[in-house]
């Protein structure tokens, strides 16, 4: 009787034994989890926190190798889609919107891809340009015109325009959707050719939807390389 107590004894104890040292293993494993052993009842109770409160400056205690939180939540790309990264993101924009957070706004339109034209050709015998080539403008009433501009969004744009004009001034009348909205000087330097290519620019309210811009030579117009529509004031 006694020697069958005493194997009961080490039986108990040696399960002790082994749950010690799953608990032990498992308080190993990972900060996170955590158990209590019930000597009585030879059982393991997980009582790990319920609520995730881990963030991936403590990848090395409580993350580990996984990206165990969604840097896309809430989402950072205001005009894209966002992919989660380890403590990062990356945004994948939509259209012609740019920048780390999808929310600068950058449309080229070519003089040369412009959707009408009067007293001016397109040309490309002066060295410089970007795209194809450029329009080269005729005297007063001359314009370039791009009946397709599109805005995304109602809000202040920087409209550029890319130019040569030699050493002489040769002003625009700029219109939006048939109405004046202002001048750009398409200035000349002393000294500078047809191939010194300069920008102009100014900053208008825009209203969202599809526009007509249009520039009108005032006595005579300059070579026009392209025109740029930006969020970047
Ligand atoms: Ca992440
Ligand atoms: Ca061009």
Redesign the pocket.
Known sequence: MKSRKREIQKTTAWMHVKLSVMALIFGLSGCWYTYSLDKDTHTITDTSPTTDTRS?SDTDTECGAI??????DPNPCVHGTCT??????SCLCTGDWTGTNCDDYSAIYEAEDCTAEQDAGVSSVNTGYMGTGYVDYGGGGAFVEWNNVTVPVAGAYKLEFRYASSVYDRPCTLSINGVDVGQIAFRGVPDSTWSDWRVDSITLPLSDGTLTIRLTSIETGPLLDRMTITTDL
């Open positions: 991936e990206d165990c939180v969604d840097d896309c989660d990264g380890l403590s990062s993101y």
